[in-house]
Nanobody, 124 residues
Framework: QLQLVESGGGLVQPGGSLRLSCAVS????????IGWFRQAPLKEREGVAC????????NYADSVKGRFSISRDNTKNTVYLEMNNLKPEDTAAYYC?????????????????WGQGTQVTVSS
């Protein structure tokens, strides 16, 4: 059974950092693009970053470029999202998702498998 589980969310002050983890099971991670998405209340789910199956290619939303970094360790079946210089507008539920192959896309509708999410709150 294909499963993705996010962790690492929490409350952080503006300018702070968090690292989210996405642990996957039930499928071969190195066949899939993994994306991170977020959704704030009353807003549409938006793509934040994605990484190719071999980790050699990434794609980021303009709003997080230079602040967020996505990486993966296929030996640990885990994908990470390092978030630095966090802003209040980064507050959202963060989700990881899997898409077979590599298409560098950040549209949530492209992804087939989803985790349950982890909350990130940026506030002083």
């Amino acid at each position: 059974q294909l499963q993705l589980v996010e962790s690492g969310g929490g409350l952080v002050q503006p300018g702070g950092s968090l690292r989210l983890s996405c642990a996957v099971s039930g499928f071969t991670l190195d066949d899939y693009t993994i994306g991170w998405f977020r959704q704030a209340p009353l807003k549409e789910r938006e793509g934040v970053a994605c990484i190719s199956p071999d980790g050699g290619n990434t794609n980021y939303a303009d709003s997080v470029k230079g602040r967020f970094s996505i990486s993966r360790d296929n030996t640990k079946n885990t994908v990470y999202l390092e978030m630095n210089n966090l802003k209040p507008e980064d507050t959202a539920a963060y989700y990881c998702a899997a898409d077979y192959g590599w298409y560098a896309r950040l549209g949530f509708w492209e992804y087939d498998y989803w985790g349950q999410g982890t909350q990130v709150t940026v506030s002083s």
